[in-house]
């Protein structure tokens, strides 16, 4: 699900690309040096999913994981995900760089809401946390599918039947992330709770 150079209108391109920088910009100042390790971790498991594409039809799939990079992130999970997308263009040509802020958009703002629900809903027992670890995992996918769309009907009629394509091909994929995300949960609750503890006070430091 990524946007190639020279699909979008130059203007959306520009103002995404200004919109991603901001928001970068904002995510950095959140980012706290002792949270680095652990954003180049999920950064290099969101880098590795995507390189994994699954033949579906004339297209391919792929895992996307914004929702679990929010969950696990907060408030440094777009950072991860526009540095992840830059490796990607920069190393593999995926998507590309006059359409990285479109990308970094697409995923890293449906990751922050994601994060940010996942903390107001999560509860303390891991059946709960693992609940609303899956709805955040498929709620990323959906949101990042949405925002495709939205940014595809932009670039004209030539692209409505790509736009279609792009979403009934991601359909199992939300239920693929919702998964991979409630297990990933469910594991961190009960082997390093303290890993979803320190999203919880890094998103309501400030608050």
Excluded: Y
């Excluded at 107001?120 to 949101?143: C, D, Q, S």
């Excluded at 940014?151 to 919702?178: N, R, W």
């Amino acid at each position: 699900m990524h946007i190639s150079d020279g699909v979008l209108p130059i203007g959306v391109a520009l103002g995404s690309g200004a919109a991603s920088l901001a928001i970068a910009a904002w995510s950095v100042k959140q980012t706290a040096s002792e949270e680095l390790p652990k954003v180049a971790v999920v950064t290099a498991s969101f880098f590795v999913s995507s390189l994994i594409h699954v033949p579906l039809g004339p297209t391919s799939v792929h895992l996307l994981i914004p929702g679990l990079v929010g969950v696990l992130l907060g408030r440094s999970a777009f950072l991860g995900i526009l540095l992840g997308l830059l490796l990607q263009s920069l190393l593999f040509s995926f998507g590309g760089l006059t359409a990285l802020g479109a990308n970094g958009l697409m995923m890293g703002v449906p990751a922050l809401i994601c994060g940010l629900l996942f903390n107001k809903l999560r509860g303390t027992t891991r059946k709960r946390n693992m609940l609303v670890g899956a709805l955040a995992g498929a709620g990323g996918t959906l949101l990042a599918a949405t925002i495709l769309a939205l940014l595809l009907v932009s670039g004209g009629e030539d692209f409505f039947g790509v736009m279609k394509l792009a979403l009934l091909a991601h359909l199992p994929v939300f239920v693929i992330e919702g998964l991979v995300s409630a297990f990933t949960v469910s594991f961190l609750f009960r082997v390093k709770p303290e890993l979803l503890e320190q999203r919880l006070g890094a998103l309501m430091q400030e608050s």
